[in-house]
């Protein structure tokens, strides 16, 4: 009886001996998939060479998880953090410099107190950053796989001030997240945020706020110097991101500039492209402003453009450098970056142009009017055109200061194109469309007109046919009035001509609306009402949501890229001297004039049907899917639109209703509420007290609000970026400046037109040759 119990008690010990051993021995095995710094950046080859040494002297990468079940009473009660864990095998894996994403090992001591990890610490002690992707977790006790999602960059860990966190691939509202887990999301936020002073390194993290003060050099002289956008009731703006650079010497006001060349503006760094999508961003941006590139292009070969085969040359030919033109000649022209996408590598000839879709089939089409018209639907700048109420044309400007600015259109000029139809009667029926670039304009044209630009404020006036087609009728060319502002506009009717010297002026005019048309899509369309007034929503975002909020995750997507494309845009875009003020008619006052026409912008009007409707080419109709009914059938942008609008206005319905089921959790939300009231009294500050803000106390009031940034931040975005090449990439069919106006009967410029159609037209909307206002240098 003795020797049994004996036995049996040994038994145990030994049993319980071999359970703690195995409890001791418990490892959570990892998969962490991560990108070094040598495969993303060829110039720092030797990256990983240093970081093997680093390896080898104990400088490894380690993790440690954190608890979402149990926290540490001595650390006020954040969640406890396990050993820890070292990467494996960074040594002894090679990585081509070639090579995408690589796999590494990682083993956790499990510790059965910790619980569920809901977050893990990560400190990288190596020489170079790296860009973590993910880090999965297998088998973990009471749970299974668990999986972290965190694209992202981890710099030495001597960079940071506080450790990097990364958090499991869930969702929390802020009142529903693990308490060992919330004093990690706050802190987190903190980070983001920065403390306001500084310059920010590429390593920073900060996502903060600054005024357009950084477009200007006026270090270089008066001409450079621009006024700040935003923080005034003059210039109001929204913000952008902020790099903290010193101001001026001359200007305390202005932000100082990086060298022209450079492309190392600040953005934090997860909104950077990586390496190979800076290339194709490189090459793309070379085709989608080729429309801004090529006058600059014919600026270096010293030549004025004769006839429309010449230009035809750059896409079925390509063209030689002159002797003599070397690379940095042609630095002090284009950014060399953005040419040596379309320079051979002997850098003799350029490669050839692709060929835009507008010309594929047939080498005349741009010129009918119906192209004309068609392009007003679903060309470049498809979000302009409505619907005519009241003839003649009239304007919103203050009559006290601009005078009458009412058109000079009468009947007589239109009504005998109208097939049969009077003003009245197609006023009535919805008939009568108009492209307005008149009041956006005329506030301005006096003073761009000052420039090397000689252009007009437009309007175009079109019939909608039996065929679903619009019909130019007439196009208005005004002037402000040269005995002042208060005396009004001076104007000149166009109406439409094949033959002749008639024809030939027709042509003229339509140039002159496509110019107005084109300055207006790049500037207020595509660079102000989608890249400029989403940026502070990117901001907020990442100030205010965690990363495990729902709305954060719901938004992130469509943010991709905005920061760091428009940080390129101010260093070579937009800034004084830059490429678009060299291009694009407005010239020096071209974000001035955005600044002015923000002052209009109403946030929930860039929901698709709102502007339809409010724009006159729709109707409000209950039997119609979208609640609305077109006015013009054929209107790709609004079918193709209205579409897209419903399936976002779906998701974001059935999202946000899922993790808000009542009004009552929006309402007591922090997170989210901190976010509605930074975005609109910082971010878009200078509309903070517009009443047609969305509340956010109300489910219906979130699902408008994402609803409309996805739809601004990617179709619309889609509708007027992507066709640029296609439509604008030649250059007669979007020209972007006229350099001479309208010529009278009886001058010689008017005789060359008569007799030399192609070589007028290309000398009005293109610049001359050697003009030295083109070539910038920093």
């Not at 009568?432 to 044209?445: E, G, N, P, S, W």
């Not at 001509?497 to 207020?524: F, R, T």
């Not at 845009?569 to 800034?575: G, K, V, W």
Request: with cysteine.
């Amino acid at each position: 009886m003795t020797e049994k119990i004996l036995e049996m008690i040994c038994g145990r010990s030994r049993n319980k001996s071999i359970e703690d051993k195995n409890k001791e021995s418990k490892k959570i095995k990892g998969t962490v998939r991560l990108m070094k710094k040598n495969v993303l950046d060829l110039n720092d080859a030797g990256a990983s060479c240093i970081d093997r040494v680093h390896e080898l002297m104990g400088k490894g990468v380690s993790l440690q998880l954190i608890s979402a079940v149990h926290g540490n009473p001595e650390n006020g009660l954040r969640g406890k953090l396990g050993k820890t864990a070292l990467l494996e095998k960074w040594v002894t894996k090679i990585t081509s410099a070639t090579a995408g994403e690589t796999e590494f090992s990682v083993k956790f001591d499990w510790d059965e107190s910790m619980g569920v990890p809901g977050a893990f610490m990560i400190r990288n002690h190596h020489h170079s950053q790296f860009y973590l992707k993910t880090v999965t977790l297998e088998d973990v006790p009471g749970h299974g796989r668990l999986h972290f999602e965190c694209n992202s960059w981890v710099y030495p860990a001597n960079r940071y001030k506080c450790n990097r966190v990364f958090f499991a691939n869930k969702t929390y509202l802020p009142c529903n997240t693990p308490e060992p887990l919330r004093q990690y999301r706050e802190e987190e936020l903190i980070n983001l945020r920065g403390n306001g002073s500084g310059m920010l390194k590429e390593w920073d993290r900060v996502y903060d706020y600054a005024c357009y003060n950084d477009l200007g050099s006026p270090d270089k002289g008066a001409e450079y110097a621009r006024p700040v956008l935003g923080g005034s009731e003059e210039y109001p703006y929204p913000r952008r991101g902020k790099t903290g650079r010193a101001p001026t010497k001359t200007d305390p006001h202005s932000e100082s500039r990086l060298p022209l060349l450079s492309l190392n503006i600040y953005v934090p760094r997860d909104e950077r492209f990586s390496h190979v999508k800076f290339s194709d961003f490189l090459a793309y941006a070379v085709k989608s402003v080729s429309q801004i590139l090529l006058p600059g292009i014919t600026t270096l070969f010293d030549k004025e453009f004769h006839n429309f085969q010449e230009v035809l040359d750059l896409y079925e030919s390509g063209v030689k450098l002159p002797t003599g033109l070397t690379r940095s000649k042609v630095r002090d022209c284009i950014p060399w970056e953005m040419l040596r996408e379309l320079l051979r590598s002997d850098g003799e000839q350029f490669h050839k142009f692709p060929m835009p879709n507008v010309i594929k089939e047939d080498k005349s089409a741009w010129m009918t009017d119906e192209e004309f018209a068609r392009e007003m639907l679903a060309g470049l700048n498809p979000v302009v055109i409505s619907g005519l109420q009241e003839f003649p044309p009239a304007s919103k400007l203050d009559p006290k200061v601009y005078g009458n600015q009412t058109s000079s259109m009468t009947r007589e000029h239109v009504e005998k194109n109208m097939n049969g139809l009077t003003v009245d009667q197609a006023i009535e029926c919805n008939k009568l469309f108009i492209l307005d670039h008149h009041d956006a304009l005329m506030q301005y044209l006096r003073r761009i007109n000052t420039t090397t630009t000689k252009t007009y404020a437009s309007r175009t006036l079109l019939l909608l046919q039996e065929d679903g087609t619009l019909k130019p009728l007439a196009i208005e060319l005004s002037l402000p009035h040269p005995q002042g502002d208060l005396h009004g506009a001076t104007s000149q009717v166009f109406t439409p001509a094949e033959q002749g010297i008639e024809g030939s002026v027709w042509q003229l005019a339509k140039a002159y609306a496509a110019v107005n048309d084109s300055g207006y899509h790049q500037l207020i369309s595509h660079w102000l009402n989608t890249h400029a007034v989403i940026e502070p929503f990117v901001i907020a975002t990442n100030r205010q949501l965690s990363v495990l909020h729902p709305i954060h995750k719901l938004l992130h997507p469509h943010f991709r890229d905005t920061m760091n494309i428009n940080a390129l845009a101010r260093q070579i875009l937009i800034n004084a001297g830059g490429v678009l003020e060299n291009t694009v008619f407005p010239a020096k006052f071209a974000l001035e004039m955005s600044a002015v026409i923000y002052k209009k912008w109403v946030f929930t009007e860039q929901a698709l049907p709102t502007d339809l409707l409010k724009r006159g080419v729709a109707v409000p109709d209950s039997s119609q899917p979208h609640g609305l009914k077109l006015l013009i059938e054929d209107y790709p942008y609004a079918v193709d639109g209205l579409e897209i609008w419903s399936a976002i206005e779906t998701w974001a319905s059935e999202y946000c209703s899922f993790y808000y089921p009542t009004d009552e959790l929006i309402q007591r939300d922090s997170e989210l509420q901190s976010w509605w009231m930074e975005l609109r009294t910082v971010g878009h500050g200078d509309k903070k007290d517009e009443p047609w803000w969305p509340k956010m106390q109300s489910q219906a009031e979130l699902i408008q609000t994402c609803t409309i940034i996805i739809w601004v931040a990617s179709a619309l975005h889609a509708a007027v970026n992507f066709g640029q090449y296609p439509y604008a990439g030649y250059l007669p069919n979007r020209p972007t400046i006229s350099r001479r106006f309208m010529p009278d009967p009886g001058t010689p410029e008017f005789a060359e037109l008569e007799s030399k159609f192609e070589l007028a037209f290309l000398k009005t909307i293109t610049r001359p040759a050697a003009n030295s206002s083109w070539r910038v240098t920093d």
